[in-house]
């Protein structure tokens, strides 16, 4: 008879944690929630928003598998992308130190579009369009059919 008490008191208990737990959370105020945590998301989402422009390396599996690109094309553009990723790698670095994340959206854009200018000079202009087609293509690839990206 003690030993059922202790039980059920026990269970009584339990269930008081969880339930007052589980409350918690759905209010926004459990481990996991909380006005903290909105602040917390929103500057991730900036970060991997930042973190997604210029994807050098997509860009690489583009134009050295996808494209019908000769030795020599692929020799002249490895050089262009070691030096892109190479540049967004230390963007990285001083927005990391900085946490401006708006800012190296902005430097990333911009080193895109003279990195897209300089392939110019490298790519025929029909060859140009197929890049730009392909690379689009493997940017909707990456992001889940409602625009957000995969996880």
């Not at 007052?20 to 500057?43: E, H, K």
């Not at 997509?58 to 690109?69: A, K």
């Amino acid at each position: 008879m003690k030993y059922r008490l202790n039980l059920i008191l026990l269970g009584l208990i339990m269930t008081a944690f969880i339930a007052v737990d589980a409350d918690a959370q759905r209010r926004g105020s459990g481990r996991m929630g909380g006005r903290g945590q909105l602040g917390q998301n929103s500057a991730m989402m900036e970060q991997m928003r930042a973190m997604s422009t210029f994807p050098v390396a997509r860009i690489w599996h583009v134009l050295s598998v996808r494209m019908d690109t000769t030795d020599e094309q692929v020799l002249q553009l490895r050089a262009v992308v070691k030096e892109a990723s190479t540049q967004k790698e230390a963007l990285v670095e001083q927005a990391t130190k900085s946490g401006d994340w708006s800012w190296l959206s902005e430097q990333l854009e911009e080193s895109e579009k003279r990195f897209n200018e300089s392939l110019k000079g490298m790519l025929s202009s029909d060859a140009m369009k197929t890049y730009e087609k392909l690379v689009a293509e493997s940017s909707e690839m990456g992001r889940g059919r409602s625009g957000r990206l995969r996880r």
